[in-house]
T-cell receptor, first 113, second 117 residues
Framework: GENVEQHPSTLSVQEGDSAVIKCTYS??????FPWYKQELGKGPQLIID?????GEKKDQRIAVTLNKTAKHFSLHITETQPEDSAVYFC????????????FGKGTRLSVIA | DVKVTQSSRYLVKRTGEKVFLECVQD?????MFWYRQDPGLGLRLIYF???????EKGDIPEGYSVSREKKERFSLILESASTNQTSMYLC????????????????FGEGSRLTVL
């Protein structure tokens, strides 16, 4: 089955700097890669996703890149703000065959004002 | 506003007790999921359901069972709670498709923190 590795487990950045979180996956058949953000006391929420027919996707200050050959994908947050502080999870799965998402172990991002 | 509601935010139970965690969604979603979240281990799937009365094992089903009698409700049952089931439990739902595509956006509840003494 799929295995998703996520690094780093914790990340501290100064406000205004960029943050990068990296994930690798094992199943070359996986073709859907979402990122979820979990704020303190809340459930995770989808912030961006990418499918394997594109290499990069942007939404304002966040972007995700995908390298299918290397089987890795990354989340990039630019101009970080204190409200970006949260736990971020990457995930991967196939888009058919009743296969649920497999999540990475999470990255705790702290943005220091 | 979409909503997944978990019945209890905090529970304290004793070893051997039967525990029910309830989850209700108001979005008419086909798929529902139960995860447990532990520090350093991320989100691990216990069970999921893509239709009423249907259930599938996730990665860590041992010691758990589920029930989906109605589309909007998905219950997680610990038949005999043990201390290693102390954890945060998260319910989620997503819209389904005929080919059982599970890539729909997951909507999570706020979690139920269970302590087993």
């Amino acid at each position: 089955g799929e295995n998703v590795e996520q690094h780093p487990s914790t990340l501290s950045v100064q406000e205004g700097d960029s943050a990068v979180i990296k994930c690798t996956y094992s199943d070359s058949a996986s073709n859907y890669f979402p990122w979820y953000k979990q704020e303190l006391g809340k459930g995770p929420q989808l912030i961006i996703d990418i499918r394997s027919n594109v290499g990069e996707k942007k939404d304002q200050r966040i972007a995700v890149t995908l390298n299918k050959t290397a089987k890795h994908f990354s989340l990039h947050i630019t101009e970080t703000q204190p409200e970006d502080s949260a736990v971020y999870f990457c995930a991967a799965c196939k888009d058919s065959g009743n296969t649920p998402l497999v999540f990475g172990k999470g990255t705790r991002l702290s943005v220091i004002a | 506003d979409v909503k997944v509601t978990q019945s209890s935010r905090y529970l304290v139970k004793r070893t051997g007790e039967k525990v029910f965690l309830e989850c209700v969604q108001d979005m008419d979603h086909e798929n529902m999921f139960w995860y447990r979240q532990d520090p350093g281990l991320g989100l691990r799937l216990i069970y999921f359901s893509y239709d009423v009365k249907m259930k599938e094992k996730g990665d860590i089903p041992e010691g758990y069972s589920v029930s989906r009698e109605k589309k909007e409700r998905f219950s997680l049952i610990l038949e005999s709670a043990s201390t290693n089931q102390t954890s945060m439990y998260l319910c989620a739902s997503s819209s389904g498709a005929e080919d059982r595509d599970l890539t729909g956006e997951l909507f999570f509840g706020e979690g139920s923190r269970l302590t087993v003494l």
